[in-house]
């Protein structure tokens, strides 16, 4: 059955003394208590009190029994976390990768994504939510944040009570919805590097049943690194971000919301510069040095933090982002009725410089997409007695179409050809040389999921929930490979499947491969938790979780390796597993000093057969990573978060997290690069081969087919991570205005962590600690217009840090980085009525 559009039959609201849970969370939101929330009956005053729709009902932030870290609205505004990448600076536990839009991961507890290129046949296991619309490509969700009331990040699987199942955690953002009393906001700031970021929303009623809100943004911002080819700042930002809500309440209990939203990003992006060399395996003649010798190349600068680059291809990052979403909540005699219904795009049209040199190797690397998800959810909620229930139906359909390019330039031969083949000193072999991809992919995905918290007592409650999910994947690749002169370069054998290739063709078939396969998934899995919740006293709640989860299989789409020979795809490898999940998690969470202060600490333990993980195996051709299973994969460690606010002249938050993730058993992963060209060896945890590294390399330095990694870190996650910051203030009148001066930081620490999928001594990023601080004025929450005027600085201390390194293709021994942002300064007017 194909399903566009699909029912859901469930739903989610709990009254708030269903359960008073427990969890690890972190109440955050220190710049703007003003908006974090209103009381809902715990004796706290509104400003201190944070509510959440994480399990689909407002609740106390404090009462829920699972690890969730909020951040309000004004409090991302103050920071500059102004999409998901930043918002990791304030949320210990997520990780955010990205090289481009499309090339992003998002993890959480290390879980989540693989780390590298984005693979269209894969789901994520962080789901991330606007407005409960499931945002099914990490790309489509790197907008600008835009009237956000506040995010909400869930830590652990929470396929029983969202649509879309996911096994790490959820990012819940929530969108400030049209009211009926008229208001508005305005926000101007600006910087060094050119920095403007613009902002305004406008609410209120055009009838005593109908109220709209209008809401934009525009972000610009010059690059941070200078291109001495074309005498432009690259990696620069360049956003636009539209949203409109028309609410409707025709009756008491009935409230439908026709919400509609675009985003606009068109960048000078994305580039990532020369970081260092690292010896290979090969020969000497085909590392990096003796190539770059040879063509008499050398980079604009071997410090990465002098911020300079030398590609040779425009670059190009062209992101529009849209959608249309008919949200309707109903009250029933038998509970409330939730209906969300949406259709989302994603257009995406790069272009890149893939072999990050001023040489033209490859001249030319991009893969525009097409994505249209529709989806439906219905959920219905309600109680009876000492049972509470959630039940609840979800239908998606999606839709990808990937027309990718890369074609090789003069330089290529010279470079990828071993130089020991007369061929390598003619330009026509490769230059030209074009592969073509066309990749095209639909998903269906249906499930029935559900909730219950039975109260045993009037302090014990036991909430099992249940998922049963099924999953459809069809999928096709197919890479056509055309010489500079036009013509199809194919694989030649003759009868008994010797090759016919010439040499010439042979070494053009060493760096595209046509290829041209169609493959299959679907599955059905049913899952489910359970969660122990006890309220040991008013201000103290524990609670106990185990769930049994699974992220669905997959589907290869960027092309598998093949027989060298026939060019015949390995089609066992175009599948990839489902991973099957076991998740414990036990916590507590307190309020004391008069709930003045919060305590929170979280444990847990996630163990993963069948972990899908990036397997690069660093061809420069058009099969530049696959997808396979590691055996087992772990994530365990402890969170905690606390806050204080004595007074509302002053308040302070920290946040903690030690995560140990690791492979247990992945025996078949790819070497790293300093083992290419060589023979196998097993790595210790920091990916430091444990046999003697001076290996002889294969005559035409092959790099061996796998390594056992087993007990290595997973990528992309650090073993400790930090967020904290304070603010205080003092009653002043300014301006003739009553209100307060205040000063305020923010700073956020991580440990080192690994960038490539099997760890490498090449590509581990060293540890850093971020510090933001603000100096403003604004009034009291009172005043009929609020002010608020501060001056901000960013990285204040100026740190240099890497977001990311990698590999360069070839495995040459290049490493390249995407460069952290530099300390930035500015001012920001902010106008609220």
């Known amino acids: ?125 962080v789901g991330i939510y606007v407005d409960d619309v499931y945002m099914a490509r990490v790309a489509s969700s790197t907008f600008d944040f835009l009237d956000v009331k506040q995010i909400e990040v869930l830590r652990g699987p929470q396929g029983t009570l969202y649509g879309k199942n996911t096994t790490a955690g959820a990012i819940n953002i929530t969108s400030r919805a049209p009211t009926f009393e008229p208001e508005g906001r305005v926000e101007i700031s600006g910087g060094n590097y050119g920095f403007f970021q613009g902002k305004a929303a406008v609410s209120g009623p055009l009838s005593d049943k109908v109220a709209v809100r209008l809401a934009g943004s525009i972000t610009r911002r010059d690059g941070t690194i200078y291109n001495v080819t074309s005498k432009l700042k690259v990696n620069s930002q360049d956003n636009l971000g539209l ?89 029933t005699g038998i509970g409330t009725l939730t209906s969300v219904t949406a259709w989302r795009y994603w257009d995406w049209d790069p272009s890149n410089d893939r072999d990050f040199l ?55 031969s010279k470079w990828l050809i071993n130089p020991t083949n007369a061929l390598s000193n003619d330009p026509s072999v490769l230059n030209g040389l074009t592969a073509n991809n ?92 359970v969660t122990a919740a006890w309220d040991v006293t008013r201000d103290v709640h524990l609670y106990a979780t185990y769930a049994k989860s699974f992220k669905t299989g997959g589907i290869n789409l960027n092309g598998v390796p093949a027989d060298a020979v026939t060019g015949v795809p390995l089609l066992d490898l175009a599948t990839i597993k489902p991973e099957s999940v076991n998740h414990y998690e036990v916590g507590i969470k307190t309020q004391f000093l008069n709930r003045k202060a919060t305590l929170n600490i979280a444990a847990f333990r996630t163990d993963v057969g069948n972990y899908q993980t990036q397997v690069s195996n660093f061809a420069v051709g058009n099969i530049r990573g696959y997808l396979a299973n590691a055996d087992k994969a772990r994530s365990q460690g402890v969170e ?10 002053f308040n302070i938050y920290g946040n903690g997290a030690y995560t140990d993730a690791k492979f247990v058993s992945f025996k078949n992963a790819p070497c790293p690069p300093e083992l290419s060209g060589g023979k196998a060896q097993p790595l210790d945890a920091n990916g430091v081969p444990t046999a003697p590294a001076d290996l002889p390399g294969t005559p035409n330095g092959v790099s061996p087919a796998q390594c056992d990694i087993s007990g290595a870190r997973l990528p992309g996650v650090s073993k400790w991570s930090f967020s904290y910051g304070a603010e205080a203030n003092v009653p002043v009148k300014l301006l003739g205005k009553d209100g307060q001066v205040y000063f305020g930081f923010d700073g956020n620490t991580r440990s080192s962590w690994s960038s490539n999928a099997s760890p490498s001594a090449y590509t581990n990023v060293d540890g850093y600690a971020l510090t933001n601080f603000r100096l403003g004025f604004r009034t009291e929450p009172s005043s009929s217009v609020g002010i608020d005027i501060y001056g901000w600085v960013r990285n204040a201390f100026d740190v240099n840090y890497y977001d990311q390194l990698a590999v360069a293709s070839g495995n040459t021994g290049l490493i390249v980085g995407n460069i952290g942002d530099p300390r930035t300064f500015g001012g920001t007017v902010k106008l609220t009525f």
Not at 27 to 54: L, R
Not at 247 to 269: F, R
Request: glycine fraction near 8%; proline fraction near 5%; charge should be neutral.
């Open 243 to 331: 949203r409109g809500q028309i609410l409707w309440k025709p009756a008491n209990g009935v409230e439908i919301t026709l919400a509609g939203d675009y985003s606009h990003q068109n960048p000078d992006c994305c580039t990532q510069v020369y970081v260092r060399t690292g010896a290979t395996q090969r020969p000497l003649n085909r590392q990096y040095a003796a190539l770059a010798a040879a063509q008499n190349y050398a980079v604009p600068s071997t410090n990465p933090f002098d911020r300079m680059t030398d590609v040779d291809t425009p670059l190009r990052a062209k992101n529009d982002i849209g959608g249309v979403s008919l949200r309707a909540r109903i009250d």
């Open 358 to 412: 001023g040489l033209p190797i490859t001249s030319k690397s991009q893969n525009p997409s097409h994505q249209d998800q529709y989806s439906q959810e219905l959920r219905l909620s309600g109680e009876t007695g000492k049972l509470g229930y959630t039940l609840g139906a979800f239908g998606f359909y999606q839709k990808i179409r990937t027309l990718g390019l890369q074609q090789q330039g003069a330089a290529a």
């Open 438 to 529: 066309d990749i095209s992919f639909k998903n269906t995905s249906a499930a029935i999921f559900g909730k219950f918290t039975y109260k045993v007592t009037d302090t014990f409650s036991i909430q099992p929930g249940f998922r049963v999910n099924y999953d459809k994947k069809d999928g096709s690749y197919s890479s056509v490979v055309t010489d500079g002169a036009g013509n199809l370069v194919v694989f030649k054998t003759d009868a008994a499947g010797k090759s016919l290739n010439t040499k010439r063709e042979a070494a053009q078939l060493a760096v595209l491969a046509p290829q041209s396969f169609v493959a299959r998934f679907s599955d059905w899995n049913f899952s489910g938790d």
């Open 1 to 125: 059955m194909t399903l566009r559009v699909l029912l859901l039959a469930g739903a989610a609201i709990l009254p708030l003394a269903a359960t008073p849970a427990l969890a690890a969370e972190t109440t955050t939101d220190s710049a703007a208590p003003a908006d974090q929330a209103t009381s809902v009956g715990t004796g706290q005053s509104d400003n201190d009190t944070i509510v959440v729709t994480a399990r689909r009902r407002a609740e106390t932030a404090q009462d829920v029994p699972l690890a969730i870290s909020v951040v309000g609205g004004d409090h991302i505004d103050a920071t500059g976390a102004f999409n998901v990448g930043r918002l990791q600076q304030l949320t210990p536990t997520l990780q955010f990768t990205s090289s481009n839009p499309r090339n992003t991961s998002v993890n959480i507890r290390g879980l989540g994504a693989p780390l590298g290129l984005t693979n269209d046949g894969i789901e994520q296991g």
């Open 640 to 649: 905690v978060d606390t806050s204080y606010r004595p007074s509302e002249r």
